[in-house]
């Protein structure tokens, strides 16, 4: 296997490796997916475990992921967004997999490069698109939506309690000159931007915008929902998400098998759900870790089996 692991740790330190990787329990002769390849971290551990009759099937749609795809026989690079994990699956003429890896996180390869636009910390073009083909830019969006739409998006996405000024004052500036760079939204956002959440007022606001962009929020129920499908009885699913609107979706699936957290129980009381939790608490970086990589910090690591 021919793997440049510097490049691909320059590319994305991996959280929660050992934690997410040894969850799945890995069957050296079974079938897994990795449905968030980026810099291959996971990947690779996933197939040192592997003999030679696994198989790894590897999601990622961005172009950039592609250059760190490994010449293995045993796995396959699907550049495509894991919104279509059943469909690409079916192609290779896979029913069933014995476990699904997913790390949510934006890679450190995106926040770093300027050109993207998916940080506050650099200028550049307002873009944040994860597929560079996708149509819709951020700056679309903010030259394009409604108030009430910007204000839903900033409030739901970026949990920002002023989403409505912030809004009123994004209508104002696009009347004068329309949006195209990130200093562009920060000259905006500064006034609200207190000083001791300075930063993370303005990362609230990127993600959300980032969030709208990609679809992820529907990218990821859609995903989820497959993957119950293709998991085999016994198999699991390894999901680390990185902020309260992904984990909270990841923790109603896997405890009810819906995204609302409804219970449904049997004729007996009996609650009925598709999966049994490996880990009822959630999982979080060692301190050891967090210290080595700072990006893992806000990392949440939930497993769950099928019934």
Not at 107 to 113: I, N, P, T, V
Request: glycine residues 6%; charged residues 30%.
């Amino acid at each position: 296997m021919a793997v440049n692991n510097r490049q691909t740790e320059m590319y994305h330190t991996p959280a929660l490796l050992r934690e997410s990787v040894g969850g799945l329990h890995v069957i050296p002769s079974g079938v897994y997916v990795d449905v968030t390849f980026g810099g291959g971290g996971h990947s690779r551990e996933i197939l040192s475990r592997l003999d030679d009759d696994g198989r790894l099937i590897a999601f990622d749609q961005d172009e950039d992921a592609a250059q760190n795809a490994f010449d293995d026989r045993r796995f396959i690079f699907v550049r495509s967004n894991f919104r279509f994990l059943k469909n690409f699956l079916r192609y290779y003429e896979i029913e069933q997999v014995d476990g699904i890896l997913a790390d949510l996180g934006v890679s450190s390869h995106h926040f770093d490069d300027s050109a993207r636009g998916f940080s506050f910390r650099f200028e550049g073009e307002l873009d944040m698109r994860m597929n560079r083909n996708a149509h819709q830019k951020a700056a679309d969006i903010l030259n394009a939506y409604s108030e009430e739409k910007l204000a839903d998006l900033f409030f739901l996405y970026g949990e920002l309690r002023n989403a409505r000024k912030i809004a009123s004052a994004i209508v104002a500036f696009r009347e004068a000159k329309k949006f195209a760079e990130t200093k562009d939204l920060l000259s905006v956002l500064e006034p609200f931007a207190f000083r001791d959440r300075e930063k993370k007022i303005l990362a609230q606001a990127f993600q959300a915008l980032r969030i709208e962009v990609n679809g992820e929020m529907e990218a990821l129920k859609e995903m989820l929902t497959q993957a119950l499908q293709v998991l085999k009885p016994g198999g699991r699913l390894s999901v680390i998400s990185y902020h309260s609107l992904e984990d909270r979706l990841v923790k109603n699936f896997f405890r009810t098998g819906n995204f609302e957290g409804e219970l449904i129980k049997d004729f007996y009381g009996n609650v009925e759900t598709p999966f049994e939790l490996i880990n009822r608490k959630v999982i979080v970086p060692a301190e050891e870790e967090q210290q080595l990589n700072p990006r893992s910090r806000s990392a949440k690591l939930r497993i769950a089996e099928k019934k």
